[in-house]
């Protein structure tokens, strides 16, 4: 295993030591792990301060030992001698940390197996070469295949503290260890993030008594800023001024939770650069809460460090565990969630999930065109699906970009991205490109129909302070080049979208391309940053629209 690469990338950052192509725990780690194994009555482990003990103890054995987060010790006595019911307290004491222990004292066995799954691509394994544990640095196209019971074992490392720290910051790598979280229940207290750790606790509770047998996978994604064949690039402005593309379909809702929605979509994380945000500090948003409720989601933290502006990750099959009430401040674990999404061929669950991070407070900035651009361009690449555009840019490539109207019109893409009712098209099948992970692996790892559309609300709005009118369009255009059927869109009750739904379906009715509403709004933004302006973008467009007497001769020509 010493001389596999994608191993090696991801060593520095595990607890374990190796030798001889064997993975194993320092003595005395296992020496403690073995007891706690055994239940309360031989390691004495019964209460929240005597766990933190025992996390110390069993850190202060590993090689890069650190002490851990300040006030973390008192944060695992709080949660679990004076929060959690003493009925809770034996449960978790008596079933669940030994099960947790056992996970642990497996980890070394469980990533040897999956590293040799890696070796058989074409066996009945999951894995392939580029799918197993490794660091997906920036830049790189990749993806990564965990089964659950595998990463089941990482957050029980997580649990306990024992990933090493040492250079994750420097390396753009997100915190992973539970420290912290529990450090700031005890500093800071507050009602939510004692249900932050609530999922968490039902989480490991449900997993000891049933460890799932799926498979999860975590995906970055790259425009790239260089050209490279069966690659899409970094888009221009022009490429979006230009696009022939029609716009799709688009639903508002005015209640409702992404995560809930029914249909076999993509899901949009509205993410901080460092996946996962606030998850294991105080955070407790969007990001935050789905990180929560579907805590798989938490194993990417390790090796996925953070994204540039040409990136976004993807991760497919992650179980949800935990139901929920409120937000931010209000934020409540609200009991066991049975997740009954289908499952598909290569073990996931069909819960797609897209991190994408828009600017943070951009301010005026933000109607800028370079701005535009990098928000657009952030939204489109989360939401492409690469199989599908390898052939559209070789389309262009073979063409020539001079030509891109005339291929816009007479590419069976651009006929295939025009059926927003299900039609079908015989000329061709998007599905037939294999999807390329990186440079070394063809396999196709996703092979999605073409009734996947875009579920999302307003990313990039609330405490990242973007322009709410804005972002629902942006992230229209960028489903809509992505040749994604339809935007599924939650308001949450934000008074700046009450005209969502009317301008949506207006616009629809104009047949405007992705390329007349892309420059519709670059020239709105324009005029808004130089103060020729001070509406938003609705009424701008529509000035019926705030005087309700909206008629066709109060509507603007088309462009």
């Known amino acids: 295993m010493e001389s596999r690469e994608d191993f090696k990338s991801i060593l520095p950052y595990l607890p374990l030591l190796v030798r001889s192509s064997t993975l194993f725990w320092p003595s005395r780690v296992v020496e403690a792990l073995k007891a706690l194994a055994r239940g309360p009555h031989h390691s004495k482990v019964d209460s929240g301060e005597v766990l933190s003990v025992a996390i110390s103890d069993i850190r202060s054995s590993l090689p890069q030992f650190e002490p851990l987060a300040h006030f973390a010790p008192d944060g695992y006595a709080l949660f679990f001698d004076e929060l959690m019911s003493r009925a809770e307290a034996a449960k978790w004491f008596g079933e669940v940390v030994p099960a947790m222990a056992n996970m642990l004292l497996r980890l070394p066995s469980l990533l040897e197996n999956h590293y040799q799954g890696a070796d058989d691509p074409l066996g009945e394994g999951i894995y392939s070469v580029g799918t197993a544990l490794h660091l997906l640095s920036s830049q790189e196209v990749g993806i990564v295949f965990l089964s659950q019971e595998l990463i089941g074992a990482l957050l029980a490392c997580s649990f306990f ?258 059926s927003t009712n299900g039609e079908t098209n015989e000329e061709t099948s998007l599905n037939e490109v294999p999807r390329i992970s990186d440079e070394k692996t063809s396999m196709c790892l996703d092979n999605e129909d073409s009734s996947i559309g875009v579920v999302t609300g307003n990313w990039g709005c609330g405490a990242f302070g973007g322009d709410p009118e804005l972002k629902s369009i942006i992230q229209w255009l960028a489903a809509s080049q992505a040749l994604r059927p339809f935007v599924s869109y939650y308001k949450f009750g934000i008074k700046e979208l009450q005209y969502l739904d009317q301008v949506t379906q207006w616009v629809l009715l104009q047949k405007w391309t992705v390329g007349d509403l892309w420059n519709i709004m670059v020239e709105y933004s324009s005029q808004r940053f130089k103060g020729e302006t001070k509406l938003g973008f609705f009424t701008w467009l529509l000035p019926s629209l705030t005087s309700h007497e909206a008629s066709k001769s109060d509507l603007p020509n088309t462009p």
């Open 161 to 418: 503290c024992l990933f090493p720290v040492t250079n994750r910051g420097a390396n753009y790598l997100p915190t992973i260890n539970f420290d912290e979280l529990f450090a700031s229940l005890y500093e800071s207290y507050s009602e939510n993030q004692e249900h932050k750790i609530k999922c968490i606790v039902h989480y490991f509770e449900r997993i000891s008594s049933c460890m799932p047998v799926g498979f999860v996978s975590f995906e970055r994604k790259v425009l790239r800023l260089d050209h490279r064949p069966l690659c899409m690039s970094y888009p221009e402005a022009d490429f979006w001024s230009k696009s022939l593309l029609p716009l799709c379909r688009f639903e508002v809702h005015g209640s409702g939770l992404l995560e809930d929605q029914p249909n076999d979509a993509l899901e949009v994380d509205f993410a901080n650069k460092y996946i996962g945000g606030g998850t294991l500090h105080r955070g407790c948003v969007q990001e935050e809460i789905r990180f929560m409720v579907n805590p798989e989601l938490i194993a990417g933290m390790l090796f996925l460090p953070s994204m540039a502006d040409n990136e976004a990750i993807e991760i497919v099959g992650a179980e949800r565990f935990s139901n929920y009430i409120g937000y931010a401040s209000s934020f409540r674990y609200s009991g066991d969630h049975v997740d009954k999404r289908d499952v598909d061929v290569f073990g996931r669950r069909k819960t797609r999930i897209v991190a994408i991070d828009a600017l943070s407070r951009p301010g005026m900035k933000q109607y800028k065109l370079g701005f535009l651009l990098r928000e657009t361009n952030k939204a489109f690449c989360g939401f492409i699906d690469q199989s599908k555009y390898c052939q559209y840019e070789r389309v262009f490539q073979d063409k020539g970009l001079d030509d891109r109207d005339d291929i816009s019109r007479n590419d069976p893409l651009f006929h295939k991205a025009s």
